[in-house]
């Protein structure tokens, strides 16, 4: 039994790996323009020291910003209390950057990789984007958009260079297999959904109510 669970999770693993490889960047020359980029949130802080792939992430989302490759951004990330918000947190160092306002989305309920694809396209109203993360998050971020038809791309950015590839490896495989779970065969929908919130909208900011909050310090890691 304990054999073809395993054999079951390596080859649903795989599986997601070949079905999206062809859609991952790692190169702004092979990059076309998006109008709309969807940084995935994580926690800046891993304790007191820097989160290497939340670094990471901001890093490419500026550096794509100022080579005229993204438009805007759709931040997407948990706000599970006032003092956790990552979305708040990605804005504010975006704008420390230089990067304006006005061409910033936040999605406070990203609360899983599912929550914040689906809600890109059913509350953001936008179904042509490139999603920021590292690559083996892309492979399963891409997955769900494939699956419910949105025309995505990822730029996948670097990890930390020791220490927690190996853990965050193990985590990677049992969320491709609960991502199986969740398309195919419990249906499961974002945690929220509501009134669309068009990131060009012609009437009002392109973002829901903020709430700002204090640097983002929590476990999560890499989602």
């Known amino acids: 039994m304990l054999l073809i669970l395993a054999v079951s999770l390596y080859a649903i693993d795989r599986?997601?790996?070949w079905k999206t490889q062809n859609q991952i960047l790692t190169n702004t020359?092979?990059?076309e323009h998006y109008q709309v980029a969807v940084v995935l949130g994580t926690s800046k802080y891993l304790g007191r020291v820097l989160n290497a792939y939340y670094t990471h992430r901001i890093e490419a989302a500026i550096e794509l910003y100022r080579s005229d490759k993204v438009t805007h951004f759709l931040l997407s990330g948990d706000n599970a209390h006032r003092s956790y918000n990552e979305p708040w947190t990605m804005k504010?160092?975006?704008m420390k950057a230089g990067i304006p306002e006005q061409d910033?989305?936040?999605d406070y309920a990203g609360f899983r990789t599912l929550d914040s694809?689906?809600?890109a396209k059913k509350i953001f109203d936008t179904n042509h984007f490139l999603i920021i993360t590292q690559r083996f998050h892309c492979e399963r971020a891409l997955f769900i958009a494939n699956y419910h038809q949105i025309d995505a791309a990822c730029f996948a950015v670097p990890g930390p260079t020791h220490g927690t590839d190996l853990k965050i490896r193990i985590r990677e495989i049992f969320a491709r297999a609960r991502?199986?779970?969740d398309l195919f065969i419990i249906d499961a929908k974002p945690k929220?959904?509501?009134?669309?919130e068009p990131i060009f909208s012609d009437d009002a900011p392109a973002q829901i109510s903020e709430s700002p909050s204090a640097d983002t310090k929590n476990p999560h890691t890499a989602e």
């Not at 929220?192 to 669309?196: A, C, D, E, V």
């Open 15 to 17: 599986w997601i790996s």
């Open 192 to 196: 929220f959904l509501g009134p669309k």
């Open 29 to 31: 020359d092979h990059l």
């Open 117 to 119: 694809i689906v809600r």
């Open 92 to 94: 504010r160092d975006l």
């Open 179 to 181: 991502a199986i779970l």
């Open 104 to 106: 910033i989305a936040l």
